[in-house]
């Protein structure tokens, strides 16, 4: 059941009291991978004092993995395991409520931590009190490491103008053309658990985390550096790939003809949770539902003929929305050709 967030649970802890740092990792056969993972943490200059996992029904050695590191391992290690599989979403949302911790770091388990990733985490935490998540940037490897010459943010173009945007206070505009918080790299307050709690099974958890905390007023904040290696290989669930506009237009004619509706009830989802902790506040309402109302645009728009497209395509450019909620010209283009 829900609570409503009071002003008491909003104001964070007091820069004198010493943090308590929990890691929630989420792990499916990692076998592969989790090993390396793990000895990236136990490297790490600020070790955490928590080390929760939930381990999804792996059907390979993963757990005797888990059993093997919590025994040597320096900090506390919980192991959890699924009985029936949850997800990833409902799997990080169950690893995020067990952690006791008042800063949670977000851990996938194929990644390889840099050594003073959780320290820097902790120094800005400890430097913003009133900050509700942080994230970072991340060196994109192959399969064995190997740097493949960009980060994640040149790779989903979160650019130096959105970062100055994004600094200036306007994160729900950044956040509603596109995501640009990766899980792993994330760390959040423990305050904004009533927040953000349980996650939508319609969103990925860490852009549901992002846009929620930062449309409900509580500001987010990045860390201008890779703190993390995101291994790019053929069994993760959602990689981090750098496309061409070209491939993004081959893109286009797979994606589900229902996508923008979809993309729409997402942002209901949103309102809704909003609404259900007094966080909603009017401008950010209105940018909702102008949010909302481009998506079932762009949705009607697939669904009508091509010569009849140019009317609407004309009106949503006219309204500025496809500027504002998506990638102006370049929508254009695929709503066109689609």
């Known amino acids: 059941m829900l609570n409503k967030l009071n002003k008491s649970e909003t104001k964070f802890k007091s820069k004198d009291k010493k943090l308590i740092l929990s890691i929630a990792m989420c792990t499916f056969n990692g076998a592969d991978y989790l090993t390396e993972q793990l000895d990236s943490i136990v490297k790490q200059t600020r070790l955490p004092d928590e080390l929760i996992v939930c381990d999804d029904n792996s059907a390979d050695i993963t757990l005797q993995i888990l059993n093997k590191f919590r025994k040597i391992a320096p900090f506390q290690v919980k192991i959890y395991n699924n009985t029936?599989?949850?997800g990833s979403t409902k799997n990080f949302e169950k690893a995020i409520n067990l952690c006791q911790g008042d800063v949670i770091a977000l851990s996938d388990q194929d990644d390889l931590w840099l050594p003073h990733k959780i320290?820097?985490?902790?120094?800005?935490?400890?430097s913003n009190h009133n900050i509700g998540y942080v994230f970072s940037d991340?060196?994109?490897v192959d399969e064995q490491l190997h740097s493949l010459g960009y980060t994640m943010w040149e790779g989903i173009h979160f650019s130096i103008k959105q970062r100055d945007i994004f600094k200036q206070?306007?994160?729900?505009?950044?956040?509603?053309?596109?995501?640009?918080?990766?899980g792993s790299t994330m760390a959040i307050k423990s305050e904004i658990k009533?927040?953000?709690?349980p996650?939508?099974?319609?969103?990925?958890?860490?852009?549901?985390i992002a846009l929620l905390v930062s449309a409900a007023g509580i500001n987010g904040n990045f860390i201008e550096e890779s703190l993390i290696k995101y291994r790019q290989h053929s069994t993760q669930l959602i990689g981090g790939k750098k496309f061409s506009f070209s491939e993004q237009l081959r893109k286009t004619y797979n994606i589900k003809s229902n996508s923008y509706s979809i993309m729409a009830k997402q942002f209901e989802d949103i309102l809704d949770r909003l609404i259900l902790m007094d966080k909603l506040k009017a401008n950010t309402k209105l940018l909702i539902n102008?949010?909302?109302?481009?998506?079932?645009?762009?949705?009607?728009?697939?669904?009508?003929?091509?010569?009849k497209r140019f009317y609407w395509i004309f009106k949503e450019l006219f309204s500025k929305r496809y500027h504002k909620f998506s990638n102006g010209w370049k929508s254009v283009a695929k709503d066109l050709l689609y």
Not at 119 to 126: A, G, P, S, V, Y
Not at 169 to 179: P, S, T
């Open 199 to 208: 996650i939508s099974e319609k969103w990925i958890h860490d852009a549901w």
């Open 194 to 197: 009533n927040l953000i709690l």
């Open 138 to 140: 991340a060196l994109i």
């Open 84 to 86: 029936e599989r949850l």
């Open 169 to 182: 206070g306007h994160q729900v505009e950044v956040l509603f053309k596109h995501n640009v918080v990766t």
């Open 290 to 307: 102008s949010k909302i109302k481009h998506l079932q645009t762009r949705q009607n728009i697939h669904e009508i003929s091509h010569l």
């Open 119 to 126: 320290e820097k985490l902790e120094n800005i935490f400890k």
